[in-house]
Protein backbone atom coordinates (compact mmCIF):
# COMPACT_ATOMS: atom_id res chain seq x y z
CA UNK A 1 0.00 0.00 0.00
CA UNK A 2 1.46 2.98 -0.94
CA UNK A 3 2.00 6.16 0.96
CA UNK A 4 -0.87 8.56 -0.46
CA UNK A 5 -3.54 5.51 0.00
CA UNK A 6 -2.35 4.68 3.19
CA UNK A 7 -3.62 8.34 3.88
CA UNK A 8 -6.45 8.53 2.12
CA UNK A 9 -7.81 5.03 3.54
CA UNK A 10 -6.90 6.53 7.16
CA UNK A 11 -8.57 9.65 6.50
CA UNK A 12 -11.69 8.54 5.26
CA UNK A 13 -12.30 5.52 7.49
CA UNK A 14 -11.26 8.21 10.41
CA UNK A 15 -14.19 10.31 8.87
CA UNK A 16 -16.53 6.81 8.72
CA UNK A 17 -16.21 6.30 12.55
CA UNK A 18 -16.44 10.23 13.29
CA UNK A 19 -12.75 10.56 14.79
CA UNK A 20 -10.84 13.47 15.15
CA UNK A 21 -7.39 12.12 13.77
CA UNK A 22 -4.60 14.66 13.85
CA UNK A 23 -2.05 14.99 10.98
CA UNK A 24 0.62 13.40 12.70
CA UNK A 25 -0.92 10.52 13.27
CA UNK A 26 -0.45 8.40 9.77
CA UNK A 27 3.49 8.62 9.97
CA UNK A 28 3.20 7.27 13.23
CA UNK A 29 1.15 4.19 11.92
CA UNK A 30 2.50 3.70 8.96
CA UNK A 31 6.39 3.21 10.96
CA UNK A 32 3.88 0.69 12.87
CA UNK A 33 2.97 -1.05 10.14
CA UNK A 34 6.09 -1.20 8.95
CA UNK A 35 7.42 -2.82 12.04
CA UNK A 36 4.68 -5.14 12.66
CA UNK A 37 4.78 -6.44 9.45
CA UNK A 38 8.71 -6.89 9.65
CA UNK A 39 8.37 -8.98 13.22
CA UNK A 40 5.71 -10.85 11.93
CA UNK A 41 7.35 -12.54 9.52
CA UNK A 42 10.11 -13.65 12.24
CA UNK A 43 7.49 -13.92 15.45
CA UNK A 44 4.04 -14.84 15.52
CA UNK A 45 2.59 -11.81 16.40
CA UNK A 46 -1.38 -11.70 13.80
CA UNK A 47 -2.75 -13.77 11.24
CA UNK A 48 -4.17 -10.17 9.43
CA UNK A 49 -0.84 -9.23 7.09
CA UNK A 50 -2.56 -7.55 4.47
CA UNK A 51 -1.70 -3.87 4.44
CA UNK A 52 -5.07 -2.92 3.89
CA UNK A 53 -6.62 -5.33 6.72
CA UNK A 54 -4.08 -4.51 9.19
CA UNK A 55 -5.19 -0.14 8.60
CA UNK A 56 -8.76 -1.04 9.11
CA UNK A 57 -8.83 -4.28 11.73
CA UNK A 58 -6.05 -3.25 14.03
CA UNK A 59 -5.66 0.06 13.27
CA UNK A 60 -8.99 2.04 12.59
CA UNK A 61 -10.47 -0.58 15.07
CA UNK A 62 -8.08 0.48 17.93
CA UNK A 63 -8.85 3.89 17.26
CA UNK A 64 -12.15 3.52 16.55
CA UNK A 65 -13.03 3.98 20.72
CA UNK A 66 -11.07 7.27 20.82
CA UNK A 67 -13.89 8.95 22.12
CA UNK A 68 -14.45 6.73 25.30
CA UNK A 69 -10.60 7.86 26.06
CA UNK A 70 -10.75 10.92 25.79
CA UNK A 71 -10.27 13.02 29.25
CA UNK A 72 -8.00 10.11 30.61
CA UNK A 73 -4.31 10.66 31.38
CA UNK A 74 -3.51 6.91 31.72
CA UNK A 75 -3.94 4.13 30.12
CA UNK A 76 -3.11 0.21 30.78
CA UNK A 77 -4.05 -2.69 28.00
CA UNK A 78 -4.07 -5.76 29.51
CA UNK A 79 -3.32 -8.68 27.04
CA UNK A 80 -2.41 -5.94 24.43
CA UNK A 81 -0.61 -8.92 22.17
CA UNK A 82 0.79 -6.67 19.17
CA UNK A 83 -0.13 -3.18 21.09
CA UNK A 84 -4.04 -3.18 20.11
CA UNK A 85 -5.78 -1.17 20.66
CA UNK A 86 -3.42 0.55 22.91
CA UNK A 87 -0.30 1.62 20.51
CA UNK A 88 -2.59 3.63 17.75
CA UNK A 89 -4.44 5.14 20.72
CA UNK A 90 -0.77 6.48 22.20
CA UNK A 91 0.00 7.68 18.46
CA UNK A 92 -3.33 9.52 18.13
CA UNK A 93 -3.33 10.95 22.12
CA UNK A 94 0.65 11.78 22.38
CA UNK A 95 -0.26 12.75 25.73
CA UNK A 96 -1.77 9.99 27.30
CA UNK A 97 0.55 7.84 29.60
CA UNK A 98 0.11 4.07 28.10
CA UNK A 99 0.97 0.81 29.54
CA UNK A 100 0.76 -2.78 27.34
CA UNK A 101 0.65 -5.71 29.37
CA UNK A 102 1.07 -9.24 27.59
CA UNK A 103 2.45 -12.58 29.21
CA UNK A 104 3.95 -13.85 26.40
CA UNK A 105 7.36 -12.43 25.79
CA UNK A 106 7.99 -12.47 22.09
CA UNK A 107 5.09 -9.96 22.08
CA UNK A 108 6.50 -7.41 24.39
CA UNK A 109 9.51 -7.59 22.75
CA UNK A 110 7.47 -6.35 19.89
CA UNK A 111 5.96 -4.07 22.08
CA UNK A 112 8.89 -2.25 23.61
CA UNK A 113 11.06 -2.54 19.72
CA UNK A 114 7.93 -0.86 18.80
CA UNK A 115 8.05 1.81 21.14
CA UNK A 116 11.44 2.86 20.57
CA UNK A 117 11.12 2.91 17.05
CA UNK A 118 8.13 5.47 17.36
CA UNK A 119 10.42 7.27 19.97
CA UNK A 120 7.16 6.93 22.28
CA UNK A 121 7.36 8.76 25.62
CA UNK A 122 5.16 7.54 28.39
CA UNK A 123 4.68 4.33 26.80
CA UNK A 124 6.06 1.20 28.20
CA UNK A 125 5.40 -2.99 27.67
CA UNK A 126 5.65 -4.94 30.25
CA UNK A 127 6.05 -8.88 29.88
CA UNK A 128 3.71 -9.76 33.25
CA UNK A 129 0.62 -11.95 33.49
CA UNK A 130 -2.77 -10.49 35.12
CA UNK A 131 -4.55 -12.62 37.16
CA UNK A 132 -6.02 -9.93 39.54
CA UNK A 133 -3.91 -8.96 41.73
CA UNK A 134 -2.07 -5.93 40.23
CA UNK A 135 0.29 -5.60 43.53
CA UNK A 136 1.65 -8.81 43.37
CA UNK A 137 1.78 -9.19 39.73
CA UNK A 138 3.23 -5.32 39.60
CA UNK A 139 0.91 -4.24 37.19
CA UNK A 140 0.62 -0.68 37.31
CA UNK A 141 -3.12 1.01 38.06
CA UNK A 142 -4.46 3.43 35.62
CA UNK A 143 -7.39 5.62 35.06
CA UNK A 144 -8.90 3.69 32.14
CA UNK A 145 -8.61 -0.11 31.23
CA UNK A 146 -9.15 -1.30 28.29
CA UNK A 147 -8.77 -5.21 26.24
CA UNK A 148 -9.25 -6.06 23.05
CA UNK A 149 -9.76 -9.87 22.05
CA UNK A 150 -8.92 -10.46 25.86
CA UNK A 151 -11.55 -11.94 27.81
CA UNK A 152 -15.43 -12.60 27.01
CA UNK A 153 -17.45 -9.78 29.30
CA UNK A 154 -18.33 -11.75 32.82
CA UNK A 155 -14.29 -12.49 32.80
CA UNK A 156 -13.60 -8.94 32.17
CA UNK A 157 -16.04 -7.68 34.53
CA UNK A 158 -14.46 -10.03 37.10
CA UNK A 159 -10.68 -9.26 36.29
CA UNK A 160 -10.79 -5.45 35.45
CA UNK A 161 -12.13 -3.55 38.33
CA UNK A 162 -8.57 -4.22 40.52
CA UNK A 163 -6.63 -2.33 38.00
CA UNK A 164 -8.37 0.84 37.98
CA UNK A 165 -7.31 3.74 40.13
CA UNK A 166 -10.47 4.99 42.31
CA UNK A 167 -12.95 6.80 40.08
CA UNK A 168 -11.31 5.19 37.45
CA UNK A 169 -13.22 3.30 34.45
CA UNK A 170 -13.00 -0.19 32.35
CA UNK A 171 -13.84 0.10 28.31
CA UNK A 172 -15.07 -3.38 27.15
CA UNK A 173 -14.35 -3.79 23.51
CA UNK A 174 -16.91 -6.35 22.13
CA UNK A 175 -16.84 -8.16 19.03
CA UNK A 176 -20.55 -9.33 18.93
CA UNK A 177 -22.78 -6.47 20.14
CA UNK A 178 -24.85 -7.33 23.79
CA UNK A 179 -28.09 -5.77 23.84
CA UNK A 180 -28.28 -2.42 27.21
CA UNK A 181 -29.89 -5.13 29.59
CA UNK A 182 -27.38 -7.49 29.57
CA UNK A 183 -24.33 -5.10 29.78
CA UNK A 184 -26.14 -3.74 32.91
CA UNK A 185 -27.02 -7.14 34.44
CA UNK A 186 -23.28 -8.36 33.91
CA UNK A 187 -22.22 -4.87 35.36
CA UNK A 188 -24.52 -5.06 38.36
CA UNK A 189 -23.33 -8.48 38.85
CA UNK A 190 -19.78 -7.08 39.69
CA UNK A 191 -20.99 -3.74 41.80
CA UNK A 192 -20.56 -2.03 38.22
CA UNK A 193 -22.82 0.03 36.73
CA UNK A 194 -22.45 0.77 32.50
CA UNK A 195 -21.67 4.81 31.71
CA UNK A 196 -21.77 4.21 27.98
CA UNK A 197 -22.61 1.96 25.40
CA UNK A 198 -22.57 2.34 21.47
CA UNK A 199 -22.57 0.26 18.34
CA UNK A 200 -20.72 1.30 14.96
CA UNK A 201 -19.20 -0.86 12.15
CA UNK A 202 -15.56 -0.80 10.63
CA UNK A 203 -15.74 1.40 7.59
CA UNK A 204 -14.92 -0.64 5.38
CA UNK A 205 -16.05 -4.34 5.94
CA UNK A 206 -19.04 -3.09 7.84
CA UNK A 207 -17.99 -5.34 10.75
CA UNK A 208 -20.20 -5.18 13.87
CA UNK A 209 -18.43 -3.61 16.82
CA UNK A 210 -19.68 -2.65 20.61
CA UNK A 211 -18.12 -0.63 22.91
CA UNK A 212 -19.31 0.26 26.43
CA UNK A 213 -17.89 1.74 29.56
CA UNK A 214 -18.25 0.61 33.01
CA UNK A 215 -17.48 2.39 36.34
CA UNK A 216 -17.98 1.03 40.20
CA UNK A 217 -21.60 1.83 40.82
N1 LIG B 1 -5.34 -7.19 22.29
C1 LIG B 1 -4.64 -7.76 21.15
C2 LIG B 1 -5.48 -7.62 19.90
O1 LIG B 1 -6.68 -7.35 19.99
O2 LIG B 1 -4.93 -7.76 18.80
C3 LIG B 1 -4.26 -9.22 21.39
C4 LIG B 1 -5.41 -10.16 21.58
S1 LIG B 1 -4.88 -11.83 21.76
C5 LIG B 1 -6.27 -12.69 21.22
C6 LIG B 1 -4.89 -12.03 23.54
C7 LIG B 1 -3.57 -11.66 24.19
O3 LIG B 1 -3.72 -11.75 25.61
C8 LIG B 1 -2.43 -12.57 23.81
O4 LIG B 1 -1.35 -11.79 23.32
C9 LIG B 1 -2.05 -13.28 25.12
O5 LIG B 1 -0.65 -13.52 25.21
C10 LIG B 1 -2.52 -12.28 26.15
N2 LIG B 1 -2.89 -12.85 27.46
C11 LIG B 1 -3.68 -13.94 27.71
N3 LIG B 1 -3.86 -14.10 29.03
C12 LIG B 1 -3.16 -13.09 29.63
C13 LIG B 1 -2.97 -12.70 30.99
N4 LIG B 1 -3.54 -13.37 31.98
N5 LIG B 1 -2.23 -11.61 31.25
C14 LIG B 1 -1.67 -10.90 30.23
N6 LIG B 1 -1.81 -11.22 28.94
C15 LIG B 1 -2.55 -12.30 28.64
Same mark, same amino acid.
Given at each position: MDNARFVDQLQRGGEALGLSLGEGVAPGLQRLMAELLKWNAKV?? =? &?? =? &?PEEVLEKHFLDSLAVLPEVEGAASLLDLGAGAGFPGLPLKLARPALAVTLVDAVGKKVGFLKAAIAALGLKEARGLHLRAEGDPEREGIPRAELLIARAFMDLPDWLALAP &???? *??GRVVAMLGKAQPESELAARASERGLRVVSSRQYRL *???GAERQVAVFSQA
Open positions: NL =T &AI =T &A &AYVR *PG *PFS
